[in-house]
């Protein structure tokens, strides 16, 4: 039976672009994968879609005055222009706000409920009694009960990266509205994973196809016990609950999200005008692969719940197997989003070709590790393997072509048993990147490329065809025949790696057709004598330091510059002085208001440390305020200094002079 392959990627959030982490966990894989599944002729479908639901994205809409489908509307285009940026489209690049998707997730979720897998339950939940409303996961932050962390949100610690129920925060508070939440009931409908643990159980470790960092994550918690699972919110944004007392609440994102896969493929089917072709990748008819690529934050939900779903359903196939890039650190620290640390797709692309980082983000290291993007690590690989070991060696090969054989690949009269040793590695290397590529090794592969054109480059110095010319033309001219055979070789073998760089080699080449639609078995045929070559230019030029060096400055964060660089006369800016509290008033839970004496003057002050301190503790207290603050309006009321304090796990602990000053005192 033939195969047929469909290949997903994870479906970027749609509220923000995309970073180098993304493309190393998950894109580029799928777009090699896929590039190399066309390339050898087979039925291949790529999938992708934005992800457009859920607390993020309504919260965000809420704060920016918009709806939250002009900020999905918004980012669904950035992040297609990202991913089309770097080499990745897709076959089809959807959206879960599409008609289909939500036709499709209804469906879903009804099959589930009528078959009994989906069940009513009544949970207490959290809601904000001034907002007048319930809020869901991100409409609530918090401490974290793990990690103390306060920036907690209601469905995660940023900062530990535990998954959390809002009702499990310390100190909660409504984002809307700063308020303390109170805890109120409301219906909801749970899926019954915890009926398909032996099964999963079963499906994980009896599927080999399926990598160990996704197996062995899974298995752990599979066997760990499987709780059912709460797939609905109360709010507005999302996919309406199609069942009898749903109304005002919505599908759980992570539950409509995977579906997106099933629903971007029909899409797809009527896009082609083939409405009922989804079914060949979706069916359970042998032959049909679901391959998922996806980033290891999010095996649970691919490898649990997904295949959970999937078995509750019943009509779909399940999962051929998981592929889950590990993270990408960026110089030896995690990425991370709020605190800047990121290099966006967008900002490398105004600077630097898209191959570069193809190549390097799958040579950083195996899939199925951690990696660095370090700027001085870029620049070395750049320099001595793509320039120094890949381009070199094709733009030495061709220029001497050109110089002594008129740009023509030159008829060998007679080749050594050496030369014959090289054109039969070509055919070796050909199946071996393949064979790489079958097992999703895609650094693997890659390095077989690289060790191909190393070969060639070794091959080029020691039959030195440059010397040759003058004592035994014939020599040379079965050294460039052999070394132009690796070049047209490498022409296919890069393509599923660095796809615009292939292109070019291919009209260096002057070959037939394109990269993408000439067969992969193609990288071993030879190049006739009198083929006649094109123009030759260099595929990758040296980065040279200054030029590195300006592009290492604009590239890296703003966060490390600002680090590095607040001087003592910005530092000096803030005035910080020594006040005296004289009135503190109650403003609401959280603030207090506090009239600060400072010298001769005394100063209003709003600070957020309602129900940490009582009025006996403050009256009277010496305290460190920023004093020339740009004034702000808080709870109604004017402030006009800063009060400054320590924050730790919850707690805010006052700065006070070590003993007393005059009031006024400047601070230093
Ligand atoms: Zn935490
Ligand atoms: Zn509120």
Redesign the pocket.
């Known amino acids: 039976m033939e195969r047929r392959t469909l290949i997903t990627a994870a479906l970027p959030y749609s509220n923000d672009r995309l970073h180098l982490g993304h493309l190393r966990s998950t894109y580029i894989p799928a777009d090699i994968y896929y590039r190399y599944l066309r390339k050898r002729g087979e039925d291949a479908v790529s999938i992708c879609a934005t992800d457009e639901h859920g607390t993020p994205i309504a919260v965000r809409a809420e704060r920016e005055g918009v709806t939250p489908k002009e900020i999905a509307d918004r980012y669904h285009v950035l992040i297609k222009d990202d991913l089309e940026g770097v080499g990745c489209a897709f076959s089809i690049f959807s959206r879960t706000t599409h008609p289909i998707h939500y036709e499709t997730t209804k469906a879903f979720f009804l099959k589930l409920y009528e078959k009994g897998f989906i069940y009513e339950k009544e949970v207490e939940q959290l809601k904000?009694?001034?907002?007048?409303?319930f809020?869901p996961d991100r409409?609530v932050e918090g401490t974290c009960p793990y990690c103390g962390y306060e920036g907690a949100r209601g469905d995660s610690c940023d900062y530990c990266g535990r998954y959390l129920r809002p009702t499990e925060l310390r100190n909660p508070?409504?984002?809307?509205?700063?308020?303390r939440?109170v805890i109120a009931k409301s219906k909801h409908w749970f899926f019954k994973l915890s009926a398909f643990q032996e099964e999963l159980l079963k499906w994980l470790s009896g599927n080999d196809k399926l990598p160990v960092n996704v197996k062995n994550y899974a298995l752990k918690w599979a066997s760990e016990g499987l709780k059912d699972w709460d797939i609905t919110r109360d709010m507005e944004w999302g996919v309406p609950i199609p069942v009898e007392g749903g109304e005002g609440k919505v599908i759980y994102v992570w539950f409509d999200a995977p579906i997106g896969y099933i629903s971007a493929t029909k899409v797809w089917a009527e896009q082609i005008g083939d409405k009922e072709r989804w079914r060949k990748y979706w069916g359970k008819e042998r032959g049909a692969r679901i391959v998922h690529f996806i980033g290891k934050d999010i095996i649970y939900h691919h490898a649990i719940f997904w295949p959970a779903m999937l078995m509750a359903e019943g009509s779909f196939g399940l999962p051929y197997t998981i592929i889950a890039g590990e993270y990408l650190t960026l110089e030896g620290r995690k990425m991370s989003k709020s605190r800047g640390w990121v290099i966006s797709v967008a900002d490398y692309l105004k600077l630097l070709e898209p191959d570069p980082l193809r190549y390097y983000l799958v040579m950083a290291a195996p899939l199925d590790r951690d990696a660095d993007f370090s700027w001085e690590e870029f620049v070395r690989r750049y320099n001595d393997e793509l320039v120094d070991i890949l381009s070199n060696f094709i733009h030495r090969t061709l220029t001497l072509l050109t110089r002594y054989f008129n740009g023509k690949v030159p008829k060998p009269p007679h080749l050594t048993e050496k030369d014959l040793e090289v054109l039969s590695s070509i055919k070796a290397a050909v199946d071996k990147v393949a064979e790489n590529l079958e097992n999703f090794k895609f650094r693997d592969g890659l390095l077989e490329v690289m060790k191909l054109a190393h070969l060639g480059n070794k091959y080029l110095n020691d039959t030195a065809p440059w010397s040759a010319i003058k004592s035994s033309p014939e020599r040379a001219a079965a050294s460039l025949y052999v070394a132009v055979q690796i070049v047209r070789a490498l022409a296919d073998l890069i393509y599923p790696f660095m796809p615009f760089s292939a292109k070019r080699l291919y009209k260096m080449l002057k070959l037939k057709g394109e990269p993408e639609n000439t067969p992969w078995e193609a990288a071993k045929e030879k190049l006739p004598p009198e083929h006649e070559l094109g123009e030759v230019k260099p595929l990758f030029k040296k980065l040279k330091s200054e030029e590195g060096e300006k592009i290492r400055r604009s590239l890296l964060p703003r966060e490390e510059r600002q680090m590095a660089q607040v001087s003592l006369e910005e530092f000096y800016k803030a005035e910080l002085r020594v006040g005296r509290i004289v009135e503190v008033k109650e403003l609401g839970r959280e603030h207090l208001h506090l009239v600060i004496k400072l010298g001769e003057v005394e100063r209003s002050c709003v600070a957020r440390i309602g129900g940490k301190y009582t009025r006996e503790q403050l009256l009277g207290r010496q305290v460190v305020v920023v004093a020339n603050i740009k004034p702000a309006t808080i709870r109604g009321v004017r402030s006009e200094v800063m009060l400054l304090a320590a924050v730790h796990d919850g707690e805010v602990v006052l700065i006070v002079p070590e003993r007393e000053v005059p009031e006024g005192s400047l601070v230093r």
């Open positions: 904000c009694p001034r907002c007048d409303r809020l409409y508070r409504c984002i809307v509205c700063g308020e939440p």
